[in-house]
């Protein structure tokens, strides 16, 4: 069965730091690009972040210096490193895979997310 799994969200404080990981079953990553999305109660799900196959790095603006993407293809796994947390960045986070490029081609493989809730 080919799927991505999400895992490391929780409750943090403001200002606090969660990484997130996603790992997938079923396939290699290391051919894909990765993006990370979150959709906040009531919202449309928004882009947040992208790495591609070569390790190229793409952020929203909103997340521009707080957030690091990175991959480990030996552990077949992407990461979202989120720093300086902020109330506004609640919301359940899922990883999807695109072929090669963060910019073309149609997202698959979505995960079932995994919550992150920022309060105080």
């Known amino acids: 069965q080919v799927q991505l799994v999400e895992s490391g969200g929780g409750l943090v404080q403001p200002g606090g730091s969660l990484k997130l990981s996603c790992g997938a079953s079923g396939f290699t990553l290391d051919r894909y690009a990765i993006g990370w999305f979150r959709q906040a109660p009531g919202k449309e799900r928004e882009g947040v972040s992208c790495?591609?196959?070569?390790?190229?790095?793409l952020y929203r603006e909103f997340v521009k210096g707080r957030f690091t993407i990175s991959r480990d293809n030996a552990k077949n796994t992407v990461y979202l490193q989120m720093d300086s947390l902020k109330p506004g960045d609640t919301a359940v986070y899922y990883c999807a895979t695109r072929s090669n490029s963060c910019h073309d081609g149609t997202w698959a493989n979505w995960g079932k997310g995994t919550l992150v809730t920022v309060s105080s």
């Open positions: 790495i591609t196959s070569s390790g190229s790095t």
